[in-house]
């Protein structure tokens, strides 16, 4: 059986982090590995409180666990701390891991901060050349492309510029601008991921694409075949969220 790990946050509402993933990762068939990096304590009105785990312990659980069994892909989430990045970092060139999928984590929907301030810099330097995607949203690609981004041709000229740092492909999500939903797929060339707006707003959907794409290339499949699934994928997960108390929606893996 093909397996995938996620380093990312807990998230005990399970719509985000290490839970997400593994549920996206159960429904593509995938055995599910998870390392955390940090703790949150939030429900689907928003994140309130983060704890960072130290970078040793991150470092243990990844040795611990790859001195065992060895990802087919792995899938990184929140880190929060610039220490976590580099620990990260330097376990997957130790362990010449492949299929990397990077979906930076800066701040959550509410408003809260879940990445130390330097984390654009960390992840560029020491992530991004290790990677083989990389899924920012518009926020998160304009942090790191440092660039402003309102409409497709931003996020195409983004793109390049992410490309240029090191990942092999680079997909910027489009959910965030006003009318589509289209995200940008660029491995040198640019290819189009449709999408329709939902209505409302979903907790977890960078959680839950990123691992989808991690799922589908532990599986053997290509980052331009396992964008456009992960995607068709997104499309139908919109349709099935679940009512919550909050101002997000939680989706149905
Ligand atoms: N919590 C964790 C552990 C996350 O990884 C993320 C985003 O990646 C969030 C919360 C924020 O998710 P959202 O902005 O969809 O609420």
């Given at each position: 059986m093909k397996k995938a790990l996620s380093i990312a946050g807990f998230d005990p509402s399970g719509g985000a982090g290490i839970q997400a993933d593994l549920k996206v990762f159960r429904h593509f068939g995938i055995y599910g590995l998870s390392v955390v990096a940090a703790l949150t304590a939030q429900n689907t009105f928003g994140v309130s409180s983060v704890l960072p785990v130290d970078r040793r312990f991150v470092k243990k659980q990844l040795s611990v666990l790859l001195s065992d069994i060895r990802p087919d892909a792995v899938k990184i989430g929140m880190?929060?701390?610039?220490?976590?990045?580099?620990?990260?970092?330097?376990?997957?060139?130790?362990?010449?891991l492949g299929n990397i999928v990077l979906d930076p984590v800066f701040i959550s929907s509410s408003g809260k901060r879940l990445a130390e301030k330097e984390m654009s810099k960390a992840?560029?330097?020491?992530?991004?050349?290790?990677c083989t995607v990389i899924t920012p949203n518009i926020y998160e690609a304009s942090v790191l492309a440092g660039m402003k981004i309102r409409d497709a041709d931003d996020m195409q000229k983004a793109a390049i510029r992410l490309r240029d740092l090191g990942p092999e492909n680079v997909i910027?999500?489009?959910g965030h601008l006003e009318k589509a939903a289209?995200?940008?797929?660029?491995?040198?060339?640019?290819?189009?991921?449709?999408?329709?707006?939902?209505?409302?707003?979903?907790?977890?959907t960078g959680c839950t694409f990123s691992s989808a794409i991690a799922a589908l290339l532990a599986s053997g499949s290509n980052a331009l075949h396992a964008a456009e699934q992960a995607k068709k994928f997104m499309n139908k997960v919109f349709k099935h969220s679940i009512e919550s108390s909050g101002t997000m929606r939680l989706l149905r893996i």
């Open positions: 880190l929060l701390s610039i220490d976590n990045a580099a620990s990260v970092a330097g376990i997957i060139k130790k362990h010449a992840l560029i330097t020491r992530i991004f050349p290790l910027i999500t489009g289209t995200d940008i797929f660029y491995n040198g060339k640019f290819h189009y991921l449709k999408g329709r707006k939902t209505p409302g707003e979903y907790h977890g």
